[in-house]
């Protein structure tokens, strides 16, 4: 018996049932979707080009070391 097999893992998904439970594992399912969607958005934010920052009052003398 192999790990791919398929009574294999409907074994151990019934044993993960009965462990966790269904209301459990649908939270833990519904908190990874959202932990992926927003490391989605900070990486479509991170690829958007960001407008220039202007210093003021800072000299550029100062800026150089």
Request: zero cysteines; glycine letters at 8%; aromatic letters at 8%.
């Amino acid at each position: 018996m192999g790990f791919s097999s398929i009574t294999h893992w409907l074994i151990v998904l019934l044993i993960v049932f009965l462990i966790f439970g269904t209301s459990k594992l649908r939270n833990i399912g519904s908190d990874l979707g959202a932990a992926v969607k927003n490391f989605k958005d900070a990486v479509k934010d991170e690829k958007a080009p960001k407008a220039k920052t202007i210093r003021r009052g800072v000299s550029k003398t100062r800026l150089r070391k």
